[in-house]
């Protein structure tokens, strides 16, 4: 079946170190994209991707860092310089057809203490 | 910012009633979705309205779409307690290619 990957599920990070979440997709989308959602609020765009070896900021880039090397693969690194990076984090992806709908995977809940 | 608000914030209704949440966004769009989640999980897609379209179905749920407002509806027919969990409109915007922003959510309770 097709679909995306995230992993692992929960990440447990202590302070100051960096970290480094999956996401894969094997549905052949070109874009693929990160948000962040703290509890009980919405959807923050972190980075997105639209082709390969190409990534845009969204709105809350700072302290993170993402690639693109693979058309399947965008991992993103929440880095040490992220104030506040305990969150739920959940990667997207679509065809490049901009009036198509985001498909999503099941997250990765970090923690830092 | 490209998004604006979803009202209400929560909404608590009785299994068989009708729920209705309302979205805003501040710019031109080239379409609006409408995406469920259930707790601690991914979201699923539900509807896509394009920016030419008002209306649009798909089983119980009925999306409209007023650009002159900025402002969409999607509308929940008799509700079923499985609705339970939020709702989030999301804008790809015309000045920004492939830059899906979210808004804020509804968080529904659907009572049995």
């Known amino acids: 079946d097709g679909g995306i990957t995230q992993s692992p599920k929960y990440l447990f990070r202590k302070e100051g170190q960096n970290v480094t979440l999956s996401c894969e997709q094997n549905?052949?989308?070109?874009?693929m994209y990160w948000y962040r959602q703290d509890p009980g609020q919405g959807l923050r765009l972190i980075y997105y991707?639209?082709?390969?070896?190409?990534?845009q900021k969204g709105d809350i880039a700072e302290g993170y860092s993402v690639s693109r090397e693979k058309k399947e693969s965008f991992p993103l690194t929440v880095t040490s310089a992220q104030k506040n990076p305990t969150a739920f984090y959940l990667c997207?992806?679509?065809?490049?057809?901009?009036?198509?709908?985001?498909?999503f995977g099941n997250g990765t809940r970090l923690t830092v203490t | 910012s490209q998004q604006g608000e979803e009202d209400p914030q929560a909404l608590s209704i009785q299994e068989g009633e009708n729920a209705t949440m309302n979205c805003s966004y501040k710019?031109?769009?080239?379409?609006l979705q409408w995406y469920r989640q259930n707790s601690g999980r991914g979201l699923v897609h539900l509807i896509l309205?394009?920016?030419?379209?008002r209306e649009k179905h798909s089983g119980r749920l009925r999306v409209t779409l007023d650009t002159s407002k900025k402002s969409s509806s999607l509308l929940i027919t008799a509700s079923r307690a499985a609705d339970t969990a939020s709702y989030f409109c999301?804008?790809?915007?015309?000045?920004?290619?492939?830059?899906?922003?979210f808004g804020p959510g509804t968080s529904l309770s659907v009572i049995p």
């Open positions: 997207a992806s679509r065809r490049s057809s901009y009036n198509s709908p985001l498909h």
């Open positions: 549905l052949n989308h070109d874009a």
């Open positions: 991707s639209q082709i390969v070896n190409d990534f």
């Open positions: 309205i394009r920016s030419n379209e």
């Open positions: 710019t031109s769009i080239n379409n």
């Open positions: 999301a804008t790809d915007a015309k000045t920004s290619y492939d830059k899906v922003i």
